[in-house]
């Protein structure tokens, strides 16, 4: 897995282009469901431990919303998609179409609707990766964790003992042109050993 800090400029650019398809499908697809004009910012990639991944995410003890989801098909592994809990409830009223300041905790309903917005990006990011590798890729029914960022990035790891300890990261800004107002998330990738290998093979290629 540390074969994925040795990447070249040239090889990690095609890795972020790959990203950036995928959060373009994801905001186009997010804009047709919400009818509100949504822009993704281009995305930062990167690699390192997933240990480290409450630290990138948010303060520790911070809370977040995790929609963690498997990807099957040519590749195994798994993705989750994070957000601070604030974020979170921003996502949630935008798939409600509810102004803002309308959610203040997550419930059931706010859960469905971060679950619907996670599945929608998980679905973008696999579906760009899966273009540029010619492969099929697709995330199984997604499962759903609020708690803090040490603890949902530590519950994720232990569940997944067989991928290794690194992740690839996909840091996003979503911008609300309505709302005038940012929302970051950030989308962690553990492929298994054999996925990983073909993916760094591609992006060789590349």
Do not use: C, W
Request: proline share 5%.
């Amino acid at each position: 897995m540390d074969d994925v800090r040795n990447l070249s400029t040239r090889q990690l650019d095609a890795l972020r282009e790959v990203a950036n398809i995928g959060a373009g499908h994801a905001a186009t697809a997010l804009s047709q469901m919400t009818d509100q004009t949504i822009m993704i910012s281009v995305p930062r990639l990167s690699a390192y431990p997933l240990s480290e991944g409450a630290h990138q995410v948010a303060g520790s003890e911070e809370r977040v919303v995790a929609v963690n989801m498997g990807m099957a098909g040519d590749l195994a592994g798994a993705t989750t998609l994070v957000f601070p809990q604030g974020s979170a409830l921003r996502v949630a009223e935008m798939m409600a179409r509810r102004p803002a300041g309308s959610f203040t905790s997550i419930g059931a309903f706010e859960q469905s609707a971060i679950q619907e917005a996670g599945n929608i990006l998980g679905s973008a990011f696999l579906n760009a990766l899966a273009e540029f590798m010619g492969m099929t890729l697709l995330p199984t029914p997604p499962s759903f964790e609020v708690d803090t960022a040490s603890a949902v990035m530590g519950a994720f790891g232990r569940a997944l003992p067989g991928l290794g300890s690194l992740a690839f990261v996909i840091e996003t800004e979503f911008f609300l042109k309505e709302r005038q107002e940012p929302l970051h998330g950030f989308f962690f990738m553990l492929p298994d050993a054999a996925s990983l290998d073909q993916i760094l093979k591609a992006v060789r290629l590349a």
